[in-house]
């Protein structure tokens, strides 16, 4: 086991650890350690704590000291170069006709570099951009190339619920979200519910995926047959939260593919067939009340393609919400 506290360079960034050596650091303080970047200005969000070393990205970096006053004033100070290096970037990229959106720039605590942060369609040959740049700050100048979900991480902006998004106001690392998320919930498959200012699948859509798949195990289908108190019945609709399966009891079994009507010639003719009768009413049981019927083949139909039952065009957009 190791000692290690834990740093963040951004409120909602991911948590660095580093070796806290033989200063007495608690969290809440501010302090200055070395990165592959250069020397960076950080927050401790976790005390002391030993971690197994399997946990830990070699080699374990040393935090250099403790942010003095002097040391918190010239990190406002870099905040503070921010827009004036925006647009100087930004007028260069004009200058040059590249087709890349400007999203973000930072400048590394000890000066040594200042990092672009842009998106675009595809490549960009930023070569020329990059001398120039240099030409002006004096300094190494990196150019980093950012999907939709970073860009929407690093600006923010309000999520349909109405709060702040959760990439930026608290979310550290983003996880993979499926189609499939949204089909255990219920939730409508229409791209506008279920995507995220940044044109993607929301990442909510995760938070709640492992109590629904649990809530929703041994639960049947819509249009599954199943044994109930009452009788053989045939589902309607399924309310996961409640444990409620609404269902319409079968009075009469169809019976397909059972006897021949005789035309008038006295020859067989196309196979009778009479449909099932359903109860009007609804009746609603619990998951424990029920027993499935032929559980196997719904669970086959499952595993077959999420995006199968959908047309052409909204197969597309959804699609596209779930690229990278």
Known sequence: MTSVVGVKFKDA???????????????????????????????????????????????????????????????????????????????????????????????????????????????????????????????RIELRQIGVRDEAKMLGGVGNCGRGLCCNTWLSDFEPVSIKMAKVQ???????????????????????????????????????????????AVVTDVNILENSIKTRLVLEEGTKGKGREKNKNGKEDKEKEQEEKLSTEFYYYKKEEIKRINKKDHRNKKREDDLGELDGELLQEIKELMKD
């Open 13 to 139: 960034g991911k948590l660095y650890y580093f070796s806290p050596g033989k200063l007495q650091i608690e969290a809440g303080d501010h302090v200055i350690v070395e990165t592959a970047r250069g020397l960076e200005f950080g927050k401790v969000t976790m005390g002391k704590t030993k971690v197994k070393e399997s946990e830990l990205v070699a080699p374990l970096k040393n935090i250099i000291r403790i942010a003095t006053e002097k040391d918190y004033k010239k990190h406002q100070e870099n905040l503070a170069k921010k827009e004036k290096a925006m647009s100087l970037c930004q007028e260069k990229i004009n200058a040059h006709g590249l087709e890349m959106k400007l999203i973000d720039v930072e400048y590394t605590f000890d000066n040594s570099k200042v990092v672009f942060y842009f998106t675009a369609d595809g490549r960009v040959d930023f070569r020329e951009l990059v001398k120039d740049l240099a030409a002006v700050f004096r300094m």
């Open 186 to 232: 219920n939730l409508s498959l229409n791209p506008s519910k279920i995507s995220g200012i940044c044109g993607r699948l929301m990442c909510c859509l995760k938070f709640e995926n492992e109590v629904y798949t649990h809530l929703k195990k041994g639960m049947p289908s819509t249009g599954e047959r199943i044994k109930t108190p009452d009788g053989l």
